[in-house]
């Protein structure tokens, strides 16, 4: 259950980064959302991949299955596959 939780807050974080703060930040001239997100977006991206590691030695991931779900943390709905494809 937390893994999954963690996953799709680190994925809520990264959308908004992306498609909320970064524009506003080079279009409306106001970083202010990155400021807040990124570290936010940062902390989860830790989270997750802890996680990550955490859960493929609990499940005994083979190191390509975790180097899967650690390279599916930098894509934007990545984690979300991952969490639903193990058990929380």
């Given at each position: 259950?937390?893994?999954?939780?963690?996953?799709?807050?680190?994925?809520?974080?990264?959308?908004?980064?992306?498609?909320?703060?970064?524009?506003?930040?080079?279009f409306a001239n106001?970083?202010?959302?990155?400021?807040?997100l990124?570290?936010i977006?940062?902390?989860?991206?830790?989270?997750?991949?802890?996680m990550?590691?955490?859960?493929?030695?609990?499940?005994?991931?083979?190191?390509?299955?975790?180097?899967?779900?650690?390279?599916?943390?930098?894509?934007?709905?990545?984690?979300?596959?991952?969490?639903?494809?193990?058990?929380s």
């Open positions: 259950m937390l893994f999954t939780t963690i996953a799709y807050l680190e994925v809520t974080s990264y959308l908004l980064l992306l498609l909320v703060a970064v524009p506003l930040k080079y106001e970083p202010m959302g990155v400021k807040i990124g570290p977006h940062g902390v989860l991206f830790v989270a997750y991949c802890f990550v590691i955490r859960r493929s030695n609990a499940e005994d991931w083979s190191w390509k299955q975790t180097l899967c779900g650690l390279f599916a943390g930098i894509l934007p709905l990545g984690p979300i596959r991952i969490a639903n494809k193990s058990p």
